[in-house]
């Protein structure tokens, strides 16, 4: 059984900071992609920010400049860093990874059950 569990959302005012956290456990061969996605009351959730094995990533042109993604391979952990937070960046967190399980074949693609971040004015 493969999970991810994030911690890190909470409160914050206009212009402050925080880190999201991401962990991935269970039975794993291998972590491929891993990334944040966010969903506002009423919105489709939305790509924030993903990181390849490698480290190569990709940001959502709405927070980029302000919001850097890393990652731990050897802890299988993935983590959002959000300056200068705005209140429109308000959303349910969610981490995503695409995993190979042990004694599978195929990737699979699993989410996290979601954190909130919640920026004031």
């Known amino acids: 059984q493969v ?4 911690s890190g959302g909470g409160l914050v005012q ?3 900071s925080l880190r999201l956290s991401c962990v991935a456990s269970g039975s794993i061969r291998r972590v491929n992609a891993m990334g944040w996605y966010r969903q506002a009351p009423g919105k489709q959730r939305e790509l924030v920010a993903t990181i390849t094995s490698g480290g190569t990533t990709n940001y959502a ?3 980029k400049g302000r ?9 299988n952990t993935v983590s959002l860093q959000m300056n200068s937070l705005k209140p429109e960046d308000t959303a349910v967190y969610y ?3 695409e995993i190979l ?3 599978h074949i195929m990737n699979h693609d699993y989410w996290g059950q979601g954190t909130q971040v919640t920026v004031s004015s």
């Open 3 to 6: 999970q991810l569990v994030e």
């Open 61 to 63: 042109d709405s927070v």
């Open 14 to 16: 206009a212009g402050g």
């Open 67 to 75: 919001f850097t993604i890393s990652r731990d391979n050897a802890k």
């Open 95 to 97: 981490c995503n990874a």
């Open 101 to 103: 399980p042990q004694q």
